[in-house]
């Protein structure tokens, strides 16, 4: 693993994150505020660490995908109560307050879709 900036990568995910705001602003609740947006957070996180790291994309992806599941966990706990901030709202919007299957699956499908989009058509030097 080593450092490389990517700004391709870096595009991408500012484009997502925009997008990823846009959702959290207008729309409170529905298919794509819940499923989508998941979909398209991992998707974000993925671009993220291949905008700065360069590495097997396998790892990137399995790397995104454990933060994914690591933070849906959490809200199967008290975790935001413990840190203090389960009442603040941008806590809550951002490691979100219940757990769901479907979240889980929607991250799984957001990491694959990235993953082989990368490997195939986007990455010309794969570390795999």
Not at 39 to 46: E, P
Not at 76 to 86: A, D, H, M, N, W
Not at 109 to 116: N, Q, R
Request: charged share 15%; aromatic share 20%.
């Amino acid at each position: 693993m080593k450092f490389k900036f990517n700004k391709y990568h870096l595009i991408a995910f500012i484009v997502l994150f925009a997008i990823e705001v846009a959702i959290a602003y207008f729309l409170k609740s529905g298919f794509i505020r819940h499923t989508v947006g998941d979909f398209l957070v991992v998707i974000l996180i993925y671009c993220f660490f291949r905008s700065f790291i360069q590495t097997k994309l396998l790892n990137i992806a399995i790397i995104t995908l454990w933060i994914a599941y690591m933070t849906e966990f959490l809200q199967r706990t008290s975790f935001l109560e413990v840190i203090g901030l389960k009442n603040n709202p941008w806590a809550n919007l951002i490691f979100g307050n219940s757990f769901s299957v479907q979240d889980l699956i929607a991250y799984t499908l957001g990491v694959l879709v990235i993953y082989f989009i990368d490997r195939s058509f986007l990455n010309k030097n794969t570390y795999d």
